[in-house]
């Protein structure tokens, strides 16, 4: 059974940084490429980034670039988001999802078929 646990959310002030984390499982992390996402209030969820778990490969959202950075650790079924220069935009629940069929990934929701259960981050003074 595939499971995604998605931690590391809290209150952050402007300016300061979060990392979150996937944990993963039911799943051969090679294969995968592991997709984070975060839909705000009233939004449609979006995606910021994804890696490839078998060249760890990564690719981002323009609005994140240079702010967000994705990073795996296949021994520990493990994948991160390090956020960096929050701002209250950023406000949001974050999610890890996994793309276990196509192996394209990308920053469209669709292509992924197993999803986290999303943490809260919140940005705020």
């Known amino acids: 059974q595939v499971q995604l646990v998605e931690s590391g959310g809290g209150l952050v002030q402007p300016g300061g940084s979060l990392r979150l984390s996937c944990a993963t499982s039911g799943f051969t992390m090679d294969n995968t490429v592991i997709g984070w996402f975060r839909q705000a209030p009233g939004k449609e969820r979006r995606g910021l980034g994804c890696?490839?778990?078998?060249?760890?490969?990564?690719y981002y959202a323009d609005s994140v670039k240079g702010r967000f950075t994705i990073s795996r650790d296949n021994a520990k079924n493990m994948v991160y988001l390090q956020m960096n220069s929050l701002q209250p935009e950023d406000t949001a629940v974050y999610y890890c999802a996994a793309d276990t069929r196509t192996g394209w990934g990308g920053l469209n929701p669709m292509l992924y078929d197993s999803w986290g259960q999303g943490t809260q981050v919140t940005v705020s003074s």
């Open positions: 890696i490839s778990n078998s060249d760890g490969s990564t």
